[in-house]
């Protein structure tokens, strides 16, 4: 917790002075309501006293009681905006941090956990904050102060007092040591939760089509079922101190008027008055005190939560990012759109096994470099190594002459026109979309957007909608079809006009036709820059440079589509479930 208090800067931090100033002037003025009323007290019962003195010390009650109020404003105002500061920062800290974090540390944590973590869990120090910074300043002060003021007034009234502190304290205990352990299980649920409905709506159409609705139902209805629970439990709990300190306040003021009651009978006429007066004000004393615990108590009941959302959003900001960023801005000179690997060897952090086994290639400028191998070979695996997605295990990725590593990494991405195996699209149009690789500069023109989406054989269904390149996309693309989505991520890489292309099994969903006049196209728009495409059809990839076949992690063969025909019996195979022999022949 102390650790992110650190994303207060010195406005923050004096305006919480100026919040202690206040806070300690609204104890003053709520201290001095008791002291003018014993006045009243000992006015009305005082024969000859006067209506205007009366009169006098009810208003300056009153103005007690308004300053208060205004000062209790004022103070809720500095600590709802310093609450939202805070929130804001750390928000932007911790989203800033996620956005670092490599595909290791996200799944470490769960994309649902970490929606949790930027959300529900910064609200928890958020309603700490703008609550308990006023409860933790003005407890403190109204307990020691009000206690001061009535220590010396009879040793009875205090003894009794002391004992309702301890009473109350005794139930706070028991309290935080049942309901906090909870606490930590709540937001791990709420993880859950969020992930439930998250693969709800994301795999909303598959759930329709298999007719799931009733078990997805049943799934979310177990985890919000266990969650609701829990929480009842927990705010039942916490309810019980409302009536026990509302029974614990009545009982002290009835303690302390029986107790008054028999001091007032068995002193002197002359003393009752005061004796009587001080008891009302030693009341209202101890009401003060109490209420200055109770407020305590409710920092404590807060805390506990707000400690655990701390200690979440500290593991994510404290996990150290494996892929450390470079300082080299350029590559080796004569060296332009090149990709080598040298003795690539992966196994992901929790595997024991190597993915990619001793992988060697050179990709040259210009030239077109395809992989293909049987489902889980590692295709998509390595080229996710050149972006830096993840880091090689064993050997090096060069490109231009670089090894990877010692790129900084927007640099090197900006050499990468990446297509993924899965087409993303993000809420937006379809120009903003396909513009998106211009990092949000505004340096891709419409006209290049235009181009772009032609390139990759978009433009008759671009064309055919209602608002054209405007027309809106909605996130995740849901409102285009999977050839649209595959078609615009294309566009997305060639309106960069990168040195090197990445196709990740990018022309699944496209029909033959469309496959081979996009290749076309491409072909001809990315003459001068080097294309890497992972593919299971060997229509896609037959015209490559040079294309790698993978098995179970290593490269069994390497060649143009002729020499792998002869010389590698697991290209063959593949080519031979697809095509017929006269096919390949006549390839």
Known sequence: MLKLLKNFGKREWCFILISFVLIFGQVWLELKVPDYMSQITILVQTEGSSMKDILINGGYMLLCTLGSLILAIIV????????????????????????????????????????????????????????????????PITAVWAITKIVNKSVEWSMITAIAVVILLAVIGVLIVIVMPRFKIVQKMTDRLNGVTRENLTGIRVVRAFNAEEYQEEKFADVNNRL???????????????????????????????????????????????LFSNMIVFSSYAMQVIMSFLMLAMIFMMVPRAQ???????????????IKDGTVKEGKPGEVGTVEFKNVSFKYPDAEEYLLKNISFKANRGETVAFIGSTGSGKSTLINLIPRFYDVSEG?????????????????????????????????????????????????????????????????????????????????????SGGQKQRLAIARA????????????????????????????????TKDATSLIVAQRIGTIM??????????GECVGMGTHKELLKNCEVYRQIALSQ???EELENA
């Open 76 to 139: 809720g105002y500095i600590t709802a905006n310093l609450s939202a500061s805070f929130s804001k920062k750390t928000r932007s800290k911790l989203f800033r941090k996620i956005e670092e974090l490599g595909m290791q540390e996200v799944k470490q944590f769960s994309t649902s956990s970490l929606i949790t973590r930027t959300t529900n869990d910064i609200t928890q120090l958020e309603m700490l904050i703008a609550m308990g910074l006023q409860l933790l300043i003005k407890a």
């Open 579 to 581: 095509l017929s022999k």
């Open 308 to 322: 655990v959302s701390a200690k979440r959003i500290n593991e994510v900001m404290d996990t150290e990012v494996t």
């Open 396 to 480: 090096s990725v060069l490109v231009d002459g670089v090894d990877v590593r010692e790129y900084n990494q927007e640099f090197l991405r900006n050499k990468l026109g990446y297509v993924p195996q899965k087409a993303v699209m993000f809420d937006g149009t379809v120009a903003s979309n396909v513009s998106y690789g211009d990092n949000g500069k505004g340096d891709i023109t419409r006209e290049k957007v235009i181009e772009a989406i032609r390139v990759a054989q978009g433009t008759e269904f671009v064309e055919k909608m209602d608002e054209k390149y405007d027309t809106h996309i909605a996130q995740g693309g849901t409102n285009v």
């Open 494 to 525: 060639v309106a960069r006009d990168p040195e090197i292309y990445i196709f990740d099994d990018s022309f699944s969903a496209l029909d033959y036709k469309t496959d081979a006049t996009l290749r076309h196209e491409l072909k001809e728009y």
């Open 228 to 274: 609701t629970k829990l929480q009842m439990f927990n705010q039942k709990s916490l309810a019980i101190l409302s009536p026990v300190m509302y029974l614990i306040m009545y009982m002290l003021t009835l303690a302390i008027y029986l107790v008054g009651a028999s001091l007032i009978k068995e002193v002197m006429l002359a003393d009752k008055l005061t």
């Open 543 to 552: 015209n490559a440079n040079k294309i790698l076949v993978l098995d179970n």
